[in-house]
């Protein structure tokens, strides 16, 4: 059994077009972007976000967060 490979670029214009028809230009939009990548450190931007923050600080935080998300 040969299968014939299409191009890529072939397959992905399918495929979005698939999308549209069936979920409309801005779902198709929204569900894309979770797959695309940013220009942001993330890693970076973490590290000092929460440089200053211990173990238990973020134990702490995650309590009191699941506490609010229970009540």
């Not at 028809?21 to 976000?49: M, P």
């Not at 702490?60 to 506490?67: D, I, M, V, W």
Request: glycine letters at 4%; aromatic letters at 8%.
């Amino acid at each position: 059994m040969n299968a014939e490979i299409e191009p890529l670029d072939d397959l992905n214009d399918e495929a979005l077009q698939l999308l549209m028809k069936e979920l409309g230009v801005a779902k198709t939009a929204r569900f894309l972007q979770q797959f695309t990548t940013g220009s942001v450190n993330y890693t970076e931007e973490r590290k000092e976000l929460f440089k200053d923050w211990t173990l238990e600080d973020v134990l702490e935080e995650t309590k009191r967060r699941r506490g609010n998300r229970n009540a």
